[in-house]
Structures are given as structure tokens and as C-alpha cells.
């Protein structure tokens, strides 16, 4: 049994913010980005040690796009979507 991927609040937030402001000049750009983001997170249940780990112990990160880091940890109940940062940002 594969393990349910939950976003939380504060990933959820990040991916409006960041695809509201990519929209607001290009909304194609911020289509594709979107695709990419949610095909990733799709593929995690599949294969939730494939991408490299964290920063932080615990956590990590698939590069979604070139600029944008999707942080994730693996519990034993579910696969966490903690943020979403870009590859600028400071690491949380």
C-alpha cells in the first residue's frame, strides 16, 4: 500500500503565491510549473526516496523545476509536502 501524499498549510500557500506571481506576467509559465509541481508530487507514493535528501535531517527535496524546490519528509503514515521554495530563497 502506497503512502498518501498531504500538503501542508504553509506548501499549499507557497504554490499560490508563487503561481499567482509567475501568472500575473506569463500564466502559460505558471500553467507548466503547476504540472510539474503536481507531477512530482503524484510520482512521490511510487518513488518517495528517489529524490536527494534534505537540508534539514529528515526532510527531501525535489527539484521540481530549475528555480523551485519541493521540500517533503516521509513518515510512516503519509508523505508530507512541507514547502515549496525557490532555488534563491533562504533555506527554511
Do not use: F
Amino acid at each position: 500500500m502506497s503512502l498518501p501524499v498531504v500538503w501542508d498549510d504553509e506548501a499549499q500557500a507557497a504554490l499560490l503565491e508563487i503561481l499567482d506571481y509567475i501568472g500575473a506576467s506569463n500564466k502559460p509559465a505558471a500553467i507548466r510549473l503547476h504540472a510539474a509541481i503536481m507531477h512530482a508530487a503524484e510520482r512521490l507514493p511510487d518513488y518517495p526516496e528517489l529524490h536527494r535528501p534534505g537540508r534539514i535531517a529528515g526532510t527531501r527535496e525535489a527539484v521540481v523545476h530549475p528555480n523551485y524546490l519541493l521540500i517533503y519528509r516521509v513518515t510512516p503514515h503519509a508523505i508530507e509536502i512541507l514547502t515549496l521554495i525557490h532555488a534563491r530563497q533562504p533555506y527554511p
